[in-house]
């Protein structure tokens, strides 16, 4: 480029990227300036006098050319006015996007759904003056898809190609059998096909310096290959220089061999069947418009703060930026200006900032949300102290909307059960109202489990101790719901106290008329009764403890049937927990919406936690539910003794769970979901804190010392593998074990869980799970020590110094069994 032509190339430049920096400046004018109109009048007045300067130029001059001048002046404003004319603005109050007629209005038909009149109708005469497709046959077969006989007939074809088991076992036979015969290639590489003749290249070590001899042969080589096609199977490793003697070539006589042209490769045919791709899908008329209502449905759920209080999930708000870029950029890119993508990237922005909420914070429940208000039995626990708290108000009212209602109400407070499973509530009691249930002659009973034997579980007694009139009337709420007769409270025999309370509790619902024939008034009879238990774990069960009920041992049901169908004296039962019952009233009362506003979703509502071991302040406290642990304890224990670095792991839910350390206490959230991510679980809320000075594998021993008492012996893998874990497990205190058997502690819990009547078998095998999991090192440090003190240790914890095969043989124990007699 000549030095001229440079500058000028560069004064083109600068005065491009003027205008560029003067439409930019507008973008931010118009949105500022009230009056649109005039300013756009005034604005390409000035863009045309900067993209058209000679004009300028030649309009500012003086002299001989004045009249030429103004003569080009009165040309030039009707041009303006032609061009400011064709600048059109969208018709939509809100939006500030220009341009030409056509581009104005396809922004609009696409953002704004406003189409010119007709252009519907137009469209639909468009769409049905189109010729119909032939119906072709599916590519590779006969089958026209043009019948529900022939679609039926091309399924089951379709069918026979689907990698079953049997089609795979089918495949892999007829491999098998072409290999056999050679048909097939044994090296792997090749996949069981042939190399394609046009692959094979020459070798360099064999290849001539005479072009045209090479050139000859190959010349040959294709001339000679239709004809040997069908024998030759396998292609020639190198070309071969000597040229044939029965046919001369032409180019020998050539004493130079031109270059060979490139000549382009011959366009691959398109295929019949070729399928649109993404883009061009979306730029058909229907889709396109689908996608506009799409957009218009979030600028709408955007301009009116529906996305305020969205939680989302960790990734999720990235997620929705993606789309929104999507939706408004990707789509438009071809069919709008340069400006409207701005504002439809704009958009996009602006939408990812309102889907992506700050963080929610959990806990921290406020006194005036607390359902349990005399849970520390500072208050008067009777019935007229519970009715100056709000218990039983309007009761009559509220058993006198219904079954439907009330389980209906539970079903969208999204309540689950407090005992430890977790099942939601409503859909439990859902299963006594079964079609045809008002038939059925046979009594129906609620039954409330009030025995709390999990070790470090301790808050259905301070609600049976301190707000027992709120068990009541939960259970006269929860047995309307679920049309039960009567309600049967089974209670720890420990729990004295409680059960004293509770009795007359229930003598001054009766006495009012709260309870009885006529229950508040409202016709419906039900009543109380307690049933005191004798201290087995195992009666905490809902089938053992109707076992016990009805005056027989304690020993866990097989299901079916379920209780819902044959429960306390074949009767229809319902087994609930005492917290999931006594929550019920103040949920119809404050309504399903106030009790779902607490907690995450899934794991709504408040929870009860009995907080044990090392804290500074032990205690039952009502909390949100999904409150983080560190927080929680802090909160309202005074954080660990030693400090938060002191702690060395927690038990979140009661002795029946795993364990979990610091870092994974640090970080989770006291809900179902959360605990059951970390590999743990929320289970009764009864959380026992333990810091470096506990020996964590003597107290998991303890646990399993546990359950092996407490188990009814009724199952096999339950009576045996408790004994055998609890036997194990004390060895591990010392370290007297191998470290073979860390790994066989674990694969007789996996025996154990989930091979039993009941639940009690994998109570026993969580904890020693969540040891192994967390704790190894601990229990191998602790078998080397032991080791290097009194030497290798065998299996069942026999030292092998004092080992004599001849003799004894070890047992899981240790101990030694002596070999069968010499027959």
């Given at each position: 480029?000549?030095?001229?032509?440079?500058?000028?190339?560069?004064?083109?430049?600068?005065?491009?990227?003027?205008?560029?920096?003067?439409?930019?400046?507008?973008?931010?004018?118009?949105?500022?300036?009230?009056?649109?109109?005039?300013?756009?009048?005034?604005?390409?007045?000035?863009?045309?006098?900067?993209?058209?300067?000679?004009?300028?130029?030649?309009?500012?001059?003086?002299?001989?050319?004045?009249?030429?001048?103004?003569?080009?002046?009165?040309?030039?404003?009707?041009?303006?006015?032609?061009?400011?004319?064709?600048?059109?603005?969208?018709?939509?109050?809100?939006?500030?996007?220009?341009?030409?007629?056509?581009?104005?209005?396809?922004?609009?038909?696409?953002?704004?759904?406003?189409?010119?009149?007709?252009?519907?109708?137009?469209?639909?005469?468009?769409?049905?003056?189109?010729?119909?497709?032939?119906?072709?046959?599916?590519?590779?077969?006969?089958?026209?898809?043009?019948?529900?006989?022939?679609?039926?007939?091309?399924?089951?074809?379709?069918?026979?190609?689907?990698?079953?088991?049997?089609?795979?076992?089918?495949?892999?036979?007829?491999?098998?059998?072409k290999r056999a015969r050679g048909e097939l290639p044994l090296d792997p590489r090749f996949g069981g096909r042939k190399r394609r003749r046009g692959d094979w290249r020459s070798d360099s070590n064999t290849k001539s310096d005479d072009?045209?001899?090479?050139?000859?042969?190959?010349?040959?080589?294709?001339?000679?290959?239709?004809?040997?096609?069908?024998?030759?199977?396998?292609?020639?490793?190198?070309?071969?220089?000597?040229?044939?003697?029965?046919?001369?070539?032409?180019?020998?006589?050539?004493?130079?061999?031109?270059?060979?042209?490139?000549?382009?490769?011959?366009?691959?045919?398109?295929?019949?069947?070729?399928?649109?791709?993404?883009?061009?899908?979306?730029?058909?008329?229907?889709?396109?418009?689908?996608?506009?209502?799409?957009?218009?449905?979030?600028?709408?759920?955007?301009?009116?703060?529906?996305?305020?209080?969205?939680?989302?999930?960790?990734?999720?708000?990235?997620?929705?930026?993606?789309?929104?870029?999507?939706?408004?950029?990707?789509?438009?890119?071809?069919?709008?200006?340069?400006?409207?993508?701005?504002?439809?990237?704009?958009?996009?922005?602006?939408?990812?900032?309102?889907?992506?909420?700050?963080?929610?914070?959990?806990?921290?429940?406020?006194?005036?949300?607390?359902?349990?208000?005399?849970?520390?039995?500072?208050?008067?626990?009777?019935?007229?102290?519970?009715?100056?708290?709000?218990?039983?108000?309007?009761?009559?009212?509220?058993?006198?909307?219904?079954?439907?209602?009330?389980?209906?109400?539970?079903?969208?407070?999204?309540?689950?059960?407090?005992?430890?499973?977790?099942?939601?509530?409503?859909?439990?009691?859902?299963?006594?109202?079964?079609?045809?249930?008002?038939?059925?002659?046979?009594?129906?009973?609620?039954?409330?489990?009030?025995?709390?034997?999990?070790?470090?579980?301790?808050?259905?007694?301070?609600?049976?101790?301190?707000?027992?009139?709120?068990?009541?009337?939960?259970?006269?709420?929860?047995?309307?719901?679920?049309?039960?007769?009567?309600?049967?409270?089974?209670?720890?025999?420990?729990?004295?106290?409680?059960?004293?309370?509770?009795?007359?509790?229930?003598?001054?619902?009766?006495?009012?008329?709260?309870?009885?024939?006529?229950?508040?008034?409202?016709?419906?009879?039900?009543?109380?009764?307690?049933?005191?238990?004798?201290?087995?774990?195992?009666?905490?069960?809902?089938?053992?403890?109707?076992?016990?009920?009805?005056?027989?041992?304690?020993?866990?049901?097989?299901?079916?049937?379920?209780?819902?169908?044959?429960?306390?004296?074949?009767?229809?039962?319902?087994?609930?927990?005492?917290?999931?019952?006594?929550?019920?009233?103040?949920?119809?009362?404050?309504?399903?919406?106030?009790?779902?506003?607490?907690?995450?979703?899934?794991?709504?509502?408040?929870?009860?936690?009995?907080?044990?071991?090392?804290?500074?302040?032990?205690?039952?406290?009502?909390?949100?539910?999904?409150?983080?642990?560190?927080?929680?304890?802090?909160?309202?224990?005074?954080?660990?003794?030693?400090?938060?670095?002191?702690?060395?792991?927690?038990?979140?839910?009661?002795?029946?769970?795993?364990?979990?350390?610091?870092?994974?206490?640090?970080?989770?959230?006291?809900?179902?979901?959360?605990?059951?991510?970390?590999?743990?679980?929320?289970?009764?809320?009864?959380?026992?804190?333990?810091?470096?000075?506990?020996?964590?594998?003597?107290?998991?021993?303890?646990?399993?010392?546990?359950?092996?008492?407490?188990?009814?012996?009724?199952?096999?893998?339950?009576?045996?593998?408790?004994?055998?874990?609890?036997?194990?497990?004390?060895?591990?205190?010392?370290?007297?074990?191998?470290?073979?058997?860390?790994?066989?502690?674990?694969?007789?819990?996996?025996?154990?869980?989930?091979?039993?009547?009941?639940?009690?078998?994998?109570?026993?095998?969580?904890?020693?799970?969540?040891?192994?999991?967390?704790?190894?090192?601990?229990?191998?440090?602790?078998?080397?020590?032991?080791?290097?003190?009194?030497?290798?240790?065998?299996?069942?914890?026999?030292?092998?110094?004092?080992?004599?095969?001849?003799?004894?043989?070890?047992?899981?124990?240790?101990?030694?069994?002596?070999?069968?007699?010499?027959?």
């Amino acid at each position: 480029m000549s030095g001229s032509g440079e500058q000028e190339y560069n004064a083109q430049y600068a005065q491009y990227y003027q205008w560029w920096y003067m439409q930019q400046h507008h973008q931010q004018m118009q949105m500022q300036n009230a009056s649109v109109g005039g300013y756009n009048a005034a604005y390409y007045s000035y863009m045309n006098s900067q993209m058209y300067p000679q004009q300028a130029v030649q309009g500012s001059s003086s002299g001989s050319n004045s009249k030429q001048s103004k003569a080009k002046k009165k040309q030039s404003q009707p041009q303006q006015q032609q061009q400011q004319q064709q600048v059109h603005r969208c018709a939509q109050p809100d939006c500030t996007v220009t341009g030409t007629k056509k581009q104005v209005q396809v922004h609009m038909m696409d953002r704004h759904l406003i189409y010119p009149p007709g252009y519907l109708e137009n469209e639909e005469r468009k769409r049905a003056a189109k010729p119909s497709k032939p119906v072709v046959p599916v590519e590779g077969t006969n089958i026209m898809l043009d019948t529900p006989e022939a679609i039926e007939k091309w399924v089951a074809e379709r069918k026979k190609k689907f990698p079953s088991a049997a089609n795979l076992a089918e495949k892999e036979r007829i491999q098998e059998e072409k290999r056999a015969r050679g048909e097939l290639p044994l090296d792997p590489r090749f996949g069981g096909r042939k190399r394609r003749r046009g692959d094979w290249r020459s070798d360099s070590n064999t290849k001539s310096d005479d072009k045209t001899t090479a050139k000859s042969a190959i010349e040959h080589s294709y001339e000679q290959e239709d004809a040997d096609d069908n024998d030759d199977d396998e292609a020639p490793e190198t070309a071969s220089s000597k040229i044939p003697t029965h046919q001369p070539s032409k180019l020998l006589s050539q004493p130079r061999l031109d270059k060979k042209k490139l000549e382009p490769r011959p366009k691959q045919q398109k295929r019949q069947f070729e399928q649109p791709n993404l883009m061009a899908k979306l730029f058909n008329d229907e889709i396109r418009q689908s996608v506009s209502y799409l957009s218009q449905t979030i600028r709408f759920l955007v301009a009116n703060e529906f996305l305020e209080n969205v939680e989302l999930e960790v990734g999720e708000a990235e997620k929705a930026n993606e789309r929104a870029a999507f939706l408004n950029g990707t789509v438009m890119i071809n069919r709008v200006q340069r400006s409207v993508l701005r504002n439809a990237r704009g958009f996009a922005r602006g939408f990812a900032s309102v889907a992506e909420p700050p963080v929610r914070g959990y806990g921290g429940l406020k006194d005036q949300d607390r359902i349990f208000t005399n849970l520390y039995d500072r208050h008067d626990f009777s019935l007229k102290g519970a009715m100056s708290r709000g218990d039983w108000h309007k009761t009559k009212e509220i058993v006198l909307k219904g079954d439907q209602y009330l389980i209906q109400t539970v079903k969208d407070s999204g309540l689950r059960g407090r005992g430890g499973a977790g099942f939601p509530s409503g859909l439990k009691w859902s299963f006594m109202n079964k079609p045809g249930w008002d038939k059925d002659p046979r009594p129906r009973y609620l039954v409330v489990n009030a025995d709390e034997g999990e070790p470090g579980t301790c808050k259905d007694r301070e609600i049976m101790r301190g707000d027992p009139h709120k068990l009541i009337e939960g259970c006269l709420i929860a047995g309307r719901a679920m049309n039960a007769t009567a309600a049967y409270i089974y209670i720890r025999g420990e729990f004295y106290h409680e059960a004293v309370r509770l009795q007359q509790a229930i003598d001054e619902a009766y006495k009012a008329g709260l309870i009885g024939d006529d229950a508040c008034g409202s016709g419906y009879k039900f009543d109380v009764f307690i049933h005191r238990g004798a201290g087995a774990y195992i009666c905490g069960e809902e089938t053992a403890l109707i076992e016990s009920i009805e005056g027989k041992q304690g020993k866990p049901r097989l299901k079916p049937p379920f209780p819902a169908d044959v429960g306390v004296f074949g009767c229809p039962t319902t087994v609930a927990n005492v917290e999931t019952v006594a929550v019920v009233p103040t949920i119809v009362r404050r309504g399903p919406s106030w009790f779902d506003s607490f907690g995450r979703d899934r794991n709504s509502g408040t929870k009860l936690f009995a907080i044990s071991g090392h804290v500074n302040n032990p205690c039952v406290v009502e909390e949100e539910m999904s409150i983080p642990l560190k927080e929680l304890i802090e909160r309202h224990c005074g954080g660990v003794k030693g400090g938060w670095q002191n702690l060395q792991g927690i038990v979140p839910g009661g002795s029946s769970v795993p364990v979990i350390p610091r870092d994974v206490c640090t970080d989770v959230l006291m809900d179902f979901d959360s605990l059951k991510d970390a590999q743990t679980s929320l289970g009764t809320g009864a959380i026992i804190v333990m810091d470096q000075s506990t020996d964590m594998i003597k107290a998991i021993s303890r646990f399993a010392k546990f359950y092996k008492h407490e188990s009814c012996g009724q199952c096999t893998p339950c009576r045996e593998g408790t004994t055998w874990m609890y036997n194990m497990m004390n060895r591990f205190e010392n370290g007297q074990a191998a470290n073979r058997e860390i790994d066989m502690i674990v694969e007789l819990s996996k025996q154990i869980e989930g091979h039993t009547i009941c639940a009690l078998g994998d109570a026993a095998a969580w904890p020693i799970q969540g040891l192994v999991r967390h704790f190894r090192p601990q229990m191998e440090q602790r078998i080397k020590e032991f080791q290097l003190e009194n030497g290798v240790v065998m299996y069942g914890g026999k030292l092998l110094k004092n080992h004599n095969p001849e003799i004894a043989i070890p047992d899981n124990r240790g101990a030694s069994i002596p070999p069968p007699a010499a027959a």
